[in-house]
Structure formats: structure tokens, C-alpha cells
């Protein structure tokens, strides 16, 4: 990272008693970190970058093509801005440095005949002075509030947030997977920068030695949230314009603030978790009175047990299902009443607000949860929330590659086969009539029956057999499949079979 103060092309020639005038400066933004002069034709060799270059001659070059690699040799070496002095060597700026500061994005300025370089130079040193102590006082005033932030409940997002307006930038934490735990973004940001992140994130966790990113959008920093020595979670934080030291010292100062938060929400987590999960088990066994006790001790400032609830039983890996819960309790504890939820067979059952059930969904379109899959039962009164839990439970079973989010509502109204599933249907369907396979007459046999609810006569008529026939085709036809069709459950199988079959 930088550690110097630096001031823009644009501050300085916001000084009109200075005697300067832009000739070209596509890049007044640019950082100027001192003045430097010279008149050899290649000074960048003995600069660092990010000096304001004065010269009254630049060493003179010939020609056209010595002016372009003049110019091409100073941004090569980090100069971003040129000011030529008038008076000395020229009267006016050389049209071939005009030329050729247009073609390589080179910052030129005129600096006119009655202005001294030293002067200048001590402009520019006192505008620098000047943006240090302001950002002391700056990083002063952010270091009160993000210790008051860290006494607050929800630690980690009240940090991040105060962080965020403090610094004008987005800000995020994330895990080491790269899942994001919370993120802010100031107001006076309103550029979209979540591309950006996302993308220094990936070059980032490629090369976890780099912690700075610069892009034409702008610039990412990283910090890492440590805990006995390891890597817990990364803060991350996202500018249109490089930041000041001060501000990347308050990104320093936040990380382990942060890293204090996190292990205490760990620590309540922990807590709070056993508490919903046994909070849960009540709800289920209609004890209400006991659950809402639970619920007060992990959440004293939620609202009570109450209205309806949705359930909502989700798949997929351990860490990403945890990450799932914390998201979903950041998001409706403010407002509504609480979530609960347990770990119960390898997948998580939760029981959502119907209020909150949108905001909780909206979290499978997030691109660290795509390899979730939930199924949403029906909504019913939180004192019979059980009632619902076997379908979503059942409409998990729909889900899959193609169908993230399942919802039992609408798969028990399209019909007992949606309910049963088409994979189902067919595999019970190649077991159930495989005795009839190459019967033919058998096959149609049965269709007919199911077809008419075995009516014989309808089945002869329809089939153009003789009733006696009919009669001991089905004596054959039970004794194939092993079934005495006259019980309801034996109809409700072939028919079922018989929908099953592949087209």
C-alpha cells in the first residue's frame, strides 16, 4: 500500500494565484506525491512515480518521434503529469509536447513565465501538509466511532456500516470461501462498484500475497480478520479514487475491531443456536409457551412467537447452510418475529415469518448459495406449524439441477403424479407392469379397466370381446401382476402405473 499523502492534478490547478493552465489533462484525478524538476530527456529513471514533472526544456528532443518517447518514457515510469515552464527555453509549449502528451494520456500543464518552480514546489508541500493533518484528524473522529459501533449489538455490521460512511467506499467481510457476511456501501458512492469486488476478489484469492487492486473502476484493499495467528475472514474495501493513508489505516484499525466481533458472535452464535434448535423441537411438540421462552433468551429484543409461519427444509453443505441461517437472522430480527430453525437429518428445517419468507428466498439467487435447494411448505399459525413441515419436506424432493426452490402449494394443486414426482411414477410403473411385458392384450386389458372402473360389458364392447372372455383375461391378468383388482388400493397402482409409462 501507499503510506504517502498525496493531493490531485484537479486541487492544484484550483490554485489560480499559482500561474498555471491546463493544456491537456485527461486524468485531473491523478495522485501527485511531490515536485520534482528536471530538463534531462529521460528523468523518470531517477523518479518514483507520481511526481508533478517541471521542466523548461525536456531536454530538447528531436523531432517528433524524440518528443513522443519523451512523452512515452515519462508515463511508462509512472509520471502522470507534466508542467512546462515558459520563459527559459520556450516562450510557449512546443506543439509536438502538446501532440504527443494527447497521444499517450500524459497530464500537461503550462506554467507561466512569472511563476517560480520553487514557489510551486511549496504549494504543493503545503497543500500535501495540509491533507495529512486533515486526514489525522479525520482517522481520529472514525476510531471514536468505530469503538462506540463495536459496543453495539450486530457489532460486525454496525462496524462495517460506520466504516463504509466514513472512509466513502463499499465495504464488505467476507469469509475465507469468499461468501460475503455483511457489506455496506456509503450513499456519496454512486458508482456500482460490486463488479469490481467481486472481480479483485477473484484475482485476490488467487494471489492472497497481493492485498491491493487497481483497475481502471477503481480500487480494492484487503485486510486480513485474524484469530490466534489464522486467517478467519477477509474486509475488503472498494474506491473510485485511491485512498488516503488515513483511510487505509482505518480499514487496518476496523479489521480488528471486526475480528473481536466475529468471536463474540461466535460465542453467541453457539449459544443462540442450541437454544432455536431446542426452541424447534418444542414448536413441533405443540408447546409454544416453552419455545417462546427459548426465543426470549437467544433474541431479548425480537418480538414474540406469533401470526404464521412457513416452513422451509433446505440441502447442501454444512458451512454453507450455517452462512444461510446467520444471513436470514441478520435480515428479519429487526422487524418481524424471529426464525428458528434446526439441523435435523443432514438438511436444515427452518420456520420463517411469512413476512420474512421473499427476503429469505431472495438469498438462493446469491451466487454462494447456487448449490442450495429448498423446499417451501404451506404457511400455517405458529401454534400448528408442525402441519406443514411434511410438505415441505416433500417438496425438497422436486428440487435439482433445473429447480432450485421448490414449493409443496403448488406441486400438491397439479395433481397426484406432480405430488408423486415423474422419476417415481416411472420407476414403479416399469416394476409394476413388467409381468405384462410382450402381453399385449393384457396391457390393453388393463387400460380399459382403469378406463371404466371395471365395468365388464363397457370393457367387451370397447375391446370387442365376449364378456366371458373379458372375465378370463382379468383372472390372467391378476395372476400376472399378483393383484385382485377389485381392492381400491390395486386400481389406485395400475393407474398410477399406467400414467408413469414413458411416451
Not at 404457511?379 to 408442525?386: A, D, G, Q, V
Not at 409443496?408 to 416411472?426: P, Y
Request: charged share 20%; aromatic share 6%.
Amino acid at each position: 500500500m501507499h503510506n504517502v499523502y498525496m493531493i490531485t492534478v484537479q486541487a492544484l490547478l484550483g490554485r489560480p494565484q499559482l500561474h498555471i493552465q491546463s493544456l491537456w489533462c485527461p486524468n485531473p484525478l491523478a495522485k501527485l506525491r511531490w515536485v520534482a524538476t528536471s530538463e534531462q530527456i529521460n528523468p523518470a529513471t531517477f523518479l518514483e512515480g507520481n511526481e508533478l514533472l517541471l521542466t523548461t526544456s525536456a531536454g530538447n528532443p528531436e523531432g517528433e518521434g524524440g518528443w513522443l518517447e519523451y512523452a512515452q518514457r515519462l508515463v511508462t515510469g509512472g509520471i502522470t503529469t507534466l508542467g512546462f515552464g515558459l520563459g527559459f527555453s520556450h516562450d510557449t509549449v512546443p506543439p509536438l509536447l502538446v501532440q504527443a502528451a494527447r497521444k499517450t494520456g500524459l497530464n500537461l500543464i503550462e506554467v507561466a513565465a512569472d511563476q517560480s518552480f520553487v514557489a510551486l514546489s511549496q504549494e504543493v508541500a503545503r497543500m500535501i501538509e495540509v491533507e495529512a493533518t486533515s486526514g489525522k484528524y479525520k482517522l481520529t473522529a472514525l476510531q471514536q466511532r468505530l469503538i462506540q459501533a463495536s459496543a453495539q449489538p450486530r457489532s460486525v455490521d454496525m462496524i462495517t456500516g460506520e466504516l463504509a460512511r466514513g472512509i466513502g467506499a463499499l465495504v464488505m467481510v467476507r469469509d475465507t470461501a469468499g461468501r460475503t457476511i455483511t457489506q455496506t456501501i456509503t450513499p456519496t458512492v454512486t458508482v456500482d462498484l460490486e463488479d469490481l469486488a467481486a472481480e479483485s476478489w477473484e484475482r485476490f484469492s488467487a494471489n492472497m500475497a497481493q492485498l491491493s487492486f487497481e483497475t481502471e473502476e477503481g480500487y480494492c484493499l484487503f485486510t486480513a480478520i485474524s484469530a490466534l495467528g489464522q486467517e478467519t475472514a477477509w474486509l475488503q474495501a472498494c474506491w473510485t479514487t485511491f485512498p488516503q493513508p488515513w483511510q487505509q489505516q482505518a480499514l487496518s484499525q476496523a479489521g480488528l475491531l471486526i475480528a473481536s466481533a466475529l468471536a463474540n458472535s461466535r460465542f453467541a452464535a453457539s449459544y443462540q443456536g442450541r437454544l432455536l434448535q431446542r426452541a424447534f423441537t418444542l414448536l413441533l411438540s405443540g408447546e409454544l409457551g416453552a419455545a417462546q421462552i427459548l426465543t426470549e433468551m437467544a433474541f431479548p429484543d425480537a418480538r414474540t412467537l406469533s401470526g404464521r409461519y412457513v416452513p422451509v427444509v433446505v440441502a447442501g453443505e454444512e458451512s454453507d447452510l450455517r452462512a444461510l441461517t446467520a444471513r436470514v437472522e441478520r435480515a428479519v430480527i429487526k422487524t418481524m418475529p424471529p426464525p428458528l430453525w434446526r439441523f435435523h437429518a443432514d438438511k436444515l428445517e427452518m420456520a420463517i415469518p411469512v413476512a420474512a419468507l421473499p427476503l429469505t428466498l431472495s438469498n438462493f439467487s446469491r451466487k454462494e448459495f447456487s448449490a442450495l435447494r429448498a423446499g417451501v411448505g404451506q404457511n400455517y399459525p405458529i401454534s400448528r406449524f408442525n402441519a406443514g413441515l411434511a410438505g415441505a419436506r416433500q417438496a425438497l424432493r422436486h428440487t435439482g439441477n433445473t429447480q432450485q426452490v421448490a414449493r409443496w402449494e403448488e406441486i400438491s394443486r397439479s395433481g397426484l403424479m406432480q405430488v408423486i414426482g415423474r422419476e417415481t411414477a416411472a420407476a414403479f410403473s416399469q416394476q409394476f407392469l413388467r409381468p405384462l411385458r410382450g402381453e399385449t392384450d393384457l396391457l390393453e386389458l388393463l387400460e380399459q379397466y382403469v378406463a371404466t372402473k371395471g365395468n365388464r360389458q363397457q370393457m367387451a364392447n370397447t375391446l370387442g370381446l365376449h364378456r366371458n372372455t373379458v372375465a378370463k383375461r382379468l383372472e390372467k391378468l391378476q395372476s400376472k401382476l399378483g393383484i385382485n383388482l377389485a381392492e381400491a388400493g390395486a386400481q389406485a397402482s395400475a393407474w398410477v402405473a399406467l400414467q408413469g409409462r414413458e411416451p
